[in-house]
């Protein structure tokens, strides 16, 4: 692979992996847009990142020469596209280092994900031969954590609506990370499953989860960690991450809309109640009962998204040709980079870690008192595109005392070139306002 352009000043290292950055823009045809006039300057990663030639062209020739239903059809159109979509569970497994092909469910977005953990939970609590590790009640509780996106908040607060078990979170300090000073009081033999963002969508910090993870084994409680934003910019390994689920999206990691994974360990998924009941997920039906596939079908009811899987692995395919390091370490010396000029913003106010370690490349922020929408409507006249509001984590927007932030996020094909269009934009908007 051919080297980055390390901006001047910054730190190089011979032994880190690199990429071309022209090379790999290159490959996304949005990326020649302009924007009133302007070149387009992408800061809206982690709201969905663009997609390269090689998947629209996976997706596109699927449609075209490969189009059926799976798991239904003898006919060679069924077994093209069934071979394609059970080929892109595999290439995923591995991506994440899954023991089994089997653990990897499809669905439609990390929220559905998360939606199927909690309804199973739900599910099982009615049934009294269910397992006991997913059944709740009164008493019971659920811990998760003040910087979660609603996703990670609404599904859980539903569920002790649903059974009366009551819902626990951890603080976050200052700095914008989770404060674990209370742990040993917050995640107790009360609990039965912790479930925790791994990379902020909103602050960009990356949380250690080794000390929680050690108590959540020692109480005996399920974790789940929400990969939305860790899976698509880090290596991912679910056994050394030692959690129990992990969910993520694929239009955050150069897939289409429309498909997601739940990745859980096998014998807790077979565990599971099924939470959408109908075609593909059952064993037998009768008209007085129905008995349920294994994982992963029992949760993939209906026609799936099948094109969209196909795709999704064809970005796996792509991500893994550049390498998950390398894209971890552009992105660190971006959120360094970034950080160091965003701190020459007059009036401008950094949320979450203010340092590049223990963080991704997310960066939200204050301009004084002008409102995001403000900041956006003029960046965007610039032709640079950031997301402004509350970014699906009002509490955390409640945490620092603000109604909406403005947020920047990079990917693998963003520049330190655009980060400066950011902060030439946002002195216009000083001047602007001024």
């Not at 809206?44 to 799976?70: C, F, G, I, W």
């Amino acid at each position: 692979m051919t080297t980055i352009a390390i901006p001047e000043g910054m730190p190089q290292y011979d032994d880190v992996p690199r990429f071309d950055v022209a090379a790999v823009r290159a490959d996304f045809p949005i990326l020649d847009r302009e924007i009133n006039g302007h070149r387009l300057v992408y800061l809206d990663s982690a709201n969905t990142s663009h997609k390269p030639r090689q998947v629209l062209d996976v997706l596109a020739e699927h449609y075209a020469m490969h189009n059926a239903n799976v798991s239904r059809s003898v006919h060679t159109l069924g077994t093209e596209a069934t071979e394609a979509y059970e080929g892109a569970r595999a290439k995923i497994a591995a991506f994440i280092n899954a023991p089994s092909v089997d653990e990897v469910v499809f669905t439609k977005n990390s929220t559905e994900a998360i939606n199927i953990v909690a309804y199973a939970f739900s599910n099982a609590s009615l049934r009294p031969d269910a397992d006991e590790r997913f059944r709740l009640g009164p008493g019971d509780e659920i811990v998760i954590s003040e910087m979660e996106h609603h996703s990670n908040i609404v599904p859980w607060q539903l569920l002790c609506e649903r059974t009366g078990a009551t819902l626990r979170w951890f603080p976050v300090t200052d700095q914008g990370r989770l404060d674990e000073s209370g742990l040993e009081e917050l995640v107790t033999e009360r609990t039965k499953i912790v479930s925790l963002v791994h990379t902020s969508n909103i602050l960009g910090t990356v949380n250690a989860t080794a000390r929680i993870t050690e108590r959540v084994r020692q109480v005996g409680a399920l974790l789940l960690l929400d990969c939305s934003q860790s899976v698509p910019h880090m290596p991912m390994d679910v056994v050394d991450h030692d959690a129990d689920f992990i969910v993520f999206t694929g239009h955050k990691m150069c897939a289409p809309t429309g498909i997601g994974v739940l990745w859980g360990r096998g014998e807790l998924l077979a565990a599971m109640p099924p939470v959408l009941g109908g075609g593909s997920m059952i064993e037998t039906v009768s008209m007085a009962r129905s008995t349920f596939a294994a994982p992963p079908a029992r949760f993939e009811a209906g026609t799936p998204p099948i094109a969209e899987a196909v795709a999704l692995g064809a970005a796996v395919d792509y991500l893994s040709g550049i390498g998950m390091r390398a894209v971890q370490w552009h992105e660190k010396e971006l959120t360094a980079y970034a950080l160091d000029a965003l701190a020459t913003v007059p009036g401008l106010r950094i949320f979450g870690p203010n340092v590049p370690v223990g963080r991704g490349g997310t960066i939200s922020f204050a301009l004084g008192d002008v409102h995001p929408h403000d900041v956006g409507q003029v960046l965007d006249s610039l032709g640079v595109q950031v997301r402004v509001g509350h970014h699906c984590a009002k509490p955390v927007c409640t945490r620092f005392g603000v109604p909406a932030m403005t947020r920047a996020s990079f990917y693998l094909y963003t520049t330190t070139e655009e980060i400066d269009a950011l902060v030439a934009g946002l002195e216009q908007v000083r001047k602007v306002f001024d």
